[in-house]
């Protein structure tokens, strides 16, 4: 069982290049994008992650977690993980 840690994210609130990664992950893995997540590890390093899942259920436990992007300290933004 996993347990959920972090900022819920919804697809608006993300960037346009975020967006396009989650739409190109979803026909590459023939996945539907059900969950959006944004987290701060101990280190202090901020990520964006998002679970993909097969079927219209979301309760499938087919599920695969992947990272989206990263927040670049230098130039303010987050930066997306392909």
């Not at 994210?9 to 989650?22: A, D, E, G, W, Y």
């Not at 944004?38 to 695969?64: L, Y």
């Amino acid at each position: 069982m996993a347990y959920f840690s972090g900022t819920k994210l919804t697809k608006t609130s993300l960037s346009r290049s975020v967006r396009r990664n989650i739409k190109d992950k979803e026909q590459r893995l023939g996945r539907i994008c059900r969950s959006i997540w944004a987290f701060t590890n101990p280190k202090g390093e901020h990520f964006i992650f998002a679970s993909f899942t097969t079927g219209n259920f979301p309760k499938d436990k087919d599920r695969i977690i992947v990272t989206l992007a990263y927040w670049n300290k230098n130039i303010f933004q987050y930066l997306s993980v392909h």
